[in-house]
């Protein structure tokens, strides 16, 4: 079971959008709607903000974005704010089989 | 309000063993498998195992399978990581997770513990 193929960078200006890719399988990301993606600032507890491919949990902004083409998921930030600099990773069910889940390599977003 | 918090992290000598607990909060615990996930420095998130709420399915990635266990007790809303043979490369940060009734996600986490390895 690979890990998710992710950016390990993507860098934008305050109000910019940006698009972080998550690059799976037929297997995972392909056969499931079921990609989460988790914002992680350092030393804090990473916090969902996608799940099920496309929906906000309650209390996440909506310049938070998800989408999915195929094996390919995506997460969007809009309107890039300072505080939205942090690592984000996207998460796909795999299935019952020998591991349940499986996780992106993480990307740092960078706020010019 | 959901609450996870880890304890048991410190510092342990290569080939030793380590305990982590997670106490839960705010949720009915038993209806809800868990997760361990680490953060090595420098790295990204790694899964290290996953019990199913009442504690008889358990995952494993190969990475820790044979060295690591998993168990909860329910009556106590806690969850614990029983790490043995410890290596350096086990050094990380340890965070408890609770997973969505129906195991759609993974939707809280915890602060995480720290655990390292070295002599």
């Known amino acids: 079971q690979s890990a998710l193929t992710q950016p390990a960078s993507v860098s934008g200006s305050p109000g910019q959008s940006i698009t972080i890719s998550c690059a799976g399988s037929s297997s995972d990301v392909g056969s499931y709607n079921l990609v989460s993606w988790y914002q992680h600032h350092p030393g804090k507890a990473p916090k969902l903000i996608i799940c099920e491919d496309t929906k906000r949990p309650s209390g996440v902004s909506n310049r938070f974005s998800g989408s999915k083409s195929g094996n390919t998921a995506s997460l969007t930030i809009s309107g890039l704010q300072p505080e939205d600099e942090a690592d984000y990773y996207c998460c796909s069910y795999a299935g019952s089989s020998a591991f349940p889940y499986v996780l992106g390599t993480g990307t740092k977003v960078t706020v010019l | 309000e959901v609450q996870l918090v880890e304890s048991g992290g410190g510092l342990v000598q290569p080939g030793g063993s380590l305990r982590l607990s997670c106490g839960a909060s705010?949720?009915?615990?038993?209806?809800?498998?868990m997760t361990w996930v680490r953060q090595a420095p420098g790295k990204g998130l790694e899964w290290v195992s996953i019990i199913s709420g009442s504690g008889i399915s358990t995952y494993y990635p190969d990475s820790v399978k044979g060295r690591f266990s998993i168990s909860r007790d329910n009556s106590k809303s806690t969850v614990y990581l029983h790490m043995n043979s410890l290596r350096a490369e086990d050094t990380a940060i340890y965070y408890c997770?609770?997973?969505?009734?129906?195991?759609?996600?993974?939707?809280?986490w915890g602060q995480g513990t720290l655990v390292t390895v070295s002599s």
């Open positions: 997770a609770k997973i969505q009734e129906n195991w759609n996600d993974v939707d809280y």
């Open positions: 705010g949720f009915t615990f038993s209806s809800h498998a």
